[in-house]
């Protein structure tokens, strides 16, 4: 066997090799070469990116404070620097430096779901009382509510709106940090403010929203951090109502309510309407006025002083039909509060002398009654009162002076008036229309019982007829 042999390479094949070599190492070193520039010049723009990552605008209703190393950056009065919506600004790219937007408008937060009853999107648009038919059951575990002060449940839905607080954007930032952390801060505030607003009022008290929303802003301002520089400016209740299980028994109760307040409000209708046809305008203050007399009388005594005088000047405001004013109001008010609070011995009796001072005011001659007119009913009856006795006290003194004229011929001649006074009686019983005359025969008596029925008929046909003429009705 031959041992391997080795080949043998000459010194031009070796050359010839190496000048083959050399164009692909050439191409390889230039296209390193321009990879490099490449890369270097990518590296370049990347770091020139990054370089102005941090400048930015301010868009509308905000504006922006810079956190150079997590610290605000401050002006050359150490105030925080605040940057206004318009142009382009400068700051360093982030890690070392973070840009904060701070809302100037008002936001909205809204408390939608957690004190309202789970339900599905698609039932969100439906009524109460549909849901109550949907949902017979209420489910604790999952279905939200708040609890009153009578140890009810009812179901509140509520937004508020906030802002941050001029000259208190450096704390809002400090101690917030951005608007959706302000948004969760107020909500957590608002809800934990419906929770004790609620738990404060009665079921029917937070149904008719009866305050409600004015304590929920007050709980929630107060829930909120002092340096959070955030305040609340208004809270609006969306909805609210029972439990859906107790819909219809809350329903009953609200229709009655609203049944009593039509029925008070056509009653004080009624009362005005009436008490206006009694007295006009002057209705208010003649009730105070006899209301006065009977506090008075009650008070201080039937005889006392007070009530008499307020029984004066009821008396002079019916001959008068004109009310004394303020003269006599203004005091009357003060004495019937003193007494209805149960004011002081001292300032009872002020209100007592002022009383009395006024009512002796109005009954000087000359006093001008500036009130309310009487009219009405009263005014009629005042006025047919006065007719009535004005009529009386002539129809006394035409009888007097009758009186004096038949004593006088009585005194002349006794026979003859008695005589003629005699016939002037008979003459009226025999011509009253109730009086029937029988003529019997001398030589024998006749007796007939019973009413001749014809005679009775027109008798009272025509004491009718007078008695319809004076009160003004047709009698057909």
């Not at 025969?441 to 019973?450: A, H, K, Q, S």
């Amino acid at each position: 066997m031959n041992p391997p042999t080795t080949p043998m390479v000459s010194a031009e094949s070796t050359e010839l090799d190496r000048a083959a070599l050399d164009p692909a190492q050439q191409s390889l070193a230039d296209a390193l070469q321009t990879s490099f520039f490449i890369l270097k010049l990518a590296m370049a723009v990347m770091l020139g990116v990054y370089a102005f990552s941090g400048c930015f605008s301010v868009k509308p209703q905000e504006k922006a404070v810079r956190l150079l190393l997590g610290s605000v950056v401050t002006d050359h009065n150490g105030a925080p620097q605040e940057y206004e919506p318009g142009t382009w600004h400068f700051g360093w790219p982030f890690p070392l430096e973070r840009l904060v937007r701070v809302p100037t408008a008002q936001r909205e937060v809204q408390v939608k779901d957690a004190f309202m009853p789970q339900i599905l999107d698609e039932e969100r648009a439906l009524k109460p009382d549909e849901l109550a038919r949907r949902h017979p059951t209420l489910n604790p575990a999952k279905d939200g509510s708040l609890v009153t002060s009578d140890a009810g449940l009812v179901h509140v839905a509520c937004k508020a709106s906030w802002e941050v607080r001029s000259g208190s954007i450096k704390n809002f930032v400090t101690e917030v940090g951005d608007r959706e952390r302000g948004d969760l801060l107020v909500r957590v505030a608002v809800e934990r403010a419906m929770v004790h607003a609620a738990a404060k009022l009665t079921t029917d008290k937070v149904l008719a929203r009866a305050g409600l929303a004015e304590s929920i802003q007050l709980m929630a301002q107060a829930a909120l951090p002092g340096n959070s520089g955030i305040e609340i400016k208004s809270v609006d209740i969306l909805d609210d109502y029972a439990p859906l299980p107790t819909r219809d028994a809350f329903k009953k109760v609200s229709d009655a309510k609203t049944e009593e307040d039509k029925n008070l409000d056509d009653a004080a209708k009624y009362a005005t309407r009436v008490l206006g046809d009694a007295a006009g305008g002057a209705q208010e203050a003649l009730h105070d006025l006899i209301s006065l007399e009977e506090l008075a009388s009650l008070r201080e005594g039937t005889d006392s002083p007070l009530a008499e005088a307020v029984r004066a000047e009821l008396a002079r405001s019916f001959e008068t039909l004109a009310m004394a004013g303020p003269t006599v109001t203004e005091p009357a008010a003060v004495y019937t509060k003193a007494v209805t609070e149960g004011a002081p011995a001292q300032d009872l009796a002020a209100a007592r002398t002022q009383l009395l001072a006024a009512l002796d005011a109005v009954r000087m001659p000359g006093f001008s009654r500036s009130g309310e007119r009487i009219e009405g009913r009263v005014r009629t009856l005042m006025q047919e009162a006065d007719t009535y006795r004005t009529s009386s006290v002539q129809s006394l003194y035409a009888e007097a002076n009758a009186f004096k004229t038949q004593l006088a011929q009585y005194r002349e001649n006794p026979v003859i008036f008695k005589t003629r006074r005699w016939q002037s009686v008979r003459e009226k019983v025999f011509m009253s229309p109730t009086v029937e005359t029988f003529f019997v025969p001398v030589d024998r008596l006749t007796i007939e019982t019973g009413r001749d029925l014809e005679t009775a008929g027109k008798v009272d046909d025509k004491l009718r007829k007078e008695r319809a003429d004076k009160a003004g009705v047709s009698t057909n």
